[in-house]
């Protein structure tokens, strides 16, 4: 009986994140420590000066998700609930990585990551240390719930805590059971994916750079209330 010859899937470098959302990625990296390291140092200043820098972060991550790159849009990488738990239930089936951007769960990972993180920065503008430090909105909202924002800023820290081990998790999972690589593509910008697959359309490093001013504008706007 003659076998059948299967011709493996031909997979070529394609370019599937912009260099804005890359550095947005990164940039986080750091500052989620480093602004955690500057508050149990007691330097306020500097702490507050972290908090500034990623809203203007948020704030541009924000509008990039609706004007951006295609494999940034929230409209693009953001099913069903249901197609997440779908894809979640494949996750120790071993199979080559067709995705273009965000799967269907890691989608849905990146909307809570952003919505906490702009929960702790909003809690944060309106907190205080109970030692003199206060946010630049705190004076605006009173004693009361300036003390009751700040224990919504410590609690979604610890929430962010849990989203970041669950998101280590996934990429620890995703590299020794389905052997793909999801830190590289962040890095490069590149995967390799199947030769049939459509290039994303990526926008415009200069409206991200105007994108990126108005956001740092509105960021330092609030900071000096």
Known sequence: MALRNRQPALFLPMRVWDLPTRLFHWLLVLLIPASYVSMKLNKMDLHMALGHATLALLLFRWAWG???????????????????????????????????????????????????????????????????????????VGETWSDRLSLVHEITFKLILAAIALHLAAISIYAFVKRQNLVRPMITGKKRLPAITRAPRLASPVLAIAVLVVAAAIATVVSRL
């Not at 849009?73 to 979640?88: E, K």
């Not at 990146?110 to 206060?134: F, K, T």
Request: aromatic share 6%.
């Open 66 to 140: 609706f004007i951006g790159s295609d494999t940034a849009r929230f409209g693009r990488f953001l099913g069903s609930p249901l197609a997440g738990l779908r894809h979640l239930a494949r996750i120790g089936k071993r199979e080559p990585d067709a995705e273009i951007g965000h799967n269907a769960a890691g989608g849905w990972m990146v909307l809570a990551m952003l919505l906490l993180l702009s929960v702790q920065v909003g809690a944060g503008l309106c907190a205080n240390d109970g030692g003199g430090s206060e946010g630049p909105l705190a004076k605006y």
